[in-house]
């Protein structure tokens, strides 16, 4: 008896520890969705979590067990079946027709062949390369382009990628690109062709949003009735708020761009779209 509670006790904690590790990966995922540029990495990250906690899975059976994550797996059962679990027995079907994929970890079922296939391949390093290639293609492609737009830019959106104008963009990527030893004749051709605009942010801070969740995770449901001079509050932020008027930041904008070379930027779209109509 001790030992089937242990063996339970144990099981309920491996289970705990999944279930943790995944709640802050898709956490982690939800934030990266949240920048706009960070569909790729959230891919990312989930099918890596998922193949981590799957390996993680398998290597606790014995080499006996058929190793397959049958938990979205359904099966259709006659009209004159009355109730009650029904015995299934799973197993290799060698020469016989199959009517069921499985991938090549034993990880999922697939009712078709190419489902499976198409499974494998989304945990594979090309995949997310294209899949990153894609997303950065459609960016590029569906972004509209600007004239005589005269403010920030940024051709990747890395954090030192940001520049007050065109031209401030332009030297940044000369001096880079000399630093890495290329040619002052090559250097033109590796300049960027058109860059992305950006969004100016300012200071704006929901002092009452911010009360109320403070509220609600420090304090009894009715707190917030016990919040006094919501009025003077406002008077005296709204006043130290416009103080705050120099504080901009400047976010990439991908609906929008400037084209800075046209012939380079024409022949980047066509290839964009092409990258597109290929993975459709």
């Not at 062709?193 to 942010?201: K, L, N, Q, R, V």
């Not at 609600?216 to 016990?226: L, Y």
């Not at 009025?231 to 400047?250: E, V």
Request: with cysteine.
């Amino acid at each position: 008896m001790n030992e089937l509670a242990d063996s339970a006790d144990a099981r309920i904690e491996s289970l705990t520890i999944r279930l943790e590790r995944m709640s802050a990966a898709l956490g982690e995922a939800g934030r990266l969705l949240s920048t706009g540029d960070g569909a790729a990495a959230a891919l990312d990250l989930i099918q890596k979590t998922i193949t981590a906690d799957t390996k993680g899975f398998l290597s606790t059976l014995d080499e006996h067990t058929v190793r397959i994550n049958l938990g979205g797996m359904h099966i259709r059962l006659p009209d004159s079946h009355d109730g009650g679990v029904v015995p299934l027995i799973l197993e290799p079907a060698h020469e016989r027709e199959p009517n069921v994929w499985t991938t090549s970890d034993g990880s999922g079922l697939y009712l078709a062949r190419e489902w499976a296939e198409a499974a494998d391949r989304m945990r594979t390093e090309a995949y997310r390369e294209e899949s990153k290639a894609r997303a950065a293609a459609g960016n590029f492609a569906g972004a509209k382009v600007v004239e005589d737009y005269d403010g920030w830019v940024t051709s990747s959106g890395d954090e030192d990628d940001y520049a007050a104008d065109v031209a401030e963009l332009l030297e940044k990527h000369r001096d880079r690109l000399a630093w890495k030893g290329v040619s002052a004749d090559d250097i033109p051709s590796q300049l960027p062709s058109w860059a992305y605009c950006c969004t100016e942010e300012g200071f704006d801070f929901d002092i009452e949003e911010a009360i109320h969740s403070y509220l609600d995770d420090n304090h009894h449901e009715d707190s917030v009735d016990w919040i006094k001079d919501w009025d003077g509050l406002y008077t005296f932020w709204n006043a130290w708020c416009a103080k705050q008027h120099n504080l901009r930041s400047y976010m990439i904008d991908y609906s929008r761009i400037v084209v800075i070379d046209r012939e380079r930027y024409e022949l980047e779209l066509a290839a964009a779209k092409a990258i597109l109509e290929k993975t459709k």
